[in-house]
T-cell receptor, first 112, second 117 residues
Framework: DAKTTQPPSMDCAEGRAANLPCNHS???????VYWYRQIHSQGPQYIIH???NNETNEMASLIITEDRKSSTLILPHATLRDTAVYYC?????????????FGTGTRLLVSP | ETGVTQSPTHLIKTRGQQVTLRCSSQ?????VSWYQQALGQGPQFIFQ???????GRGNFPPRFSGLQFPNYSSELNVNALELDDSALYLC????????????????FGSGTRLTVV
């Protein structure tokens, strides 16, 4: 399975942009990159996903390199409520089903 | 639109016992996946159910089994519990089939915290 590598922790000042990197050098051509976050061992919350092109929604932006071996999640104006563990995930497809392959995540701490 | 509901939220069992965890999928979703999340780690895929059958499985032994019902809800059963089965068990629902842009939206429940003593 494709594997993701993330820094274990990052800090960000409130109001600044948080840029969370992820390496997925073994990703295959049809495998999507997803980002979820998890707060206090609740269920993971969807943030954004993409295949090749950069994506933006109301929560974040996803920048995927041209060779697709890495990506960056950008939270444009971090707030205290963005403190969470952020998972970079590859969706792996098999015959008849797909599964999400999680990495170990980045613990983002947003401080005042 | 209702989200994914899991029950119970917490559970304590003794080694060797059996446990059943339940999950109600999000409205409009027909596929349920189960994940195990050990403390400090990312979730690991257990299996997926679609049309009331298991159609994909991760690296988990046969004592982990499941069911899906006609209303798309699901159960996870674990027999002969071991101490290492202590974890947060997450259910994720999704819609099987190709959606525009290949979007498979996964909605997770809040999980069941299982402690085996």
């Amino acid at each position: 399975d494709a594997k993701t590598t993330q820094p274990p922790s990052m800090d960000c000042a409130e109001g600044r942009a948080a840029n969370l990197p992820c390496n997925h050098s073994t990703i295959s051509g049809n495998e999507y990159v997803y980002w979820y976050r998890q707060i206090h061992s609740q269920g993971p919350q969807y943030i954004i996903h993409g295949l090749k092109n950069n994506e933006t929604n109301e929560m974040a932006s996803l920048i995927i390199t041209e060779d697709r071996k890495s990506s960056t999640l950008i939270l444009p104006h971090a707030t205290l409520r963005d403190t969470a563990v952020y998972y970079c995930i590859v969706r792996v497809a098999y015959t008849g089903f797909q599964k999400l392959v999680f990495g170990t995540g980045t613990r983002l701490l947003v401080s005042p | 639109e209702t989200g994914v509901t899991q029950s119970p939220t917490h559970l304590i069992k003794t080694r060797g016992q059996q446990v059943t965890l339940r999950c109600s999928s999000q409205s409009g979703h027909n596929t349920v996946s189960w994940y195990q999340q050990a403390l400090g780690q990312g979730p690991q895929f257990i299996f997926q159910y679609y049309r009331e059958e298991e159609n994909g499985r991760g690296n988990f032994p046969p004592r982990f089994s499941g069911l899906q019902f006609p209303n798309y809800s699901s159960e996870l059963n674990v027999n002969a519990l071991e101490l290492d089965d202590s974890a947060l068990y997450l259910c994720a629902s999704s819609s099987h089939g190709t959606l525009p842009g290949g979007n498979y939206g996964y909605t997770f429940g809040s999980g069941t915290r299982l402690t085996v003593v």
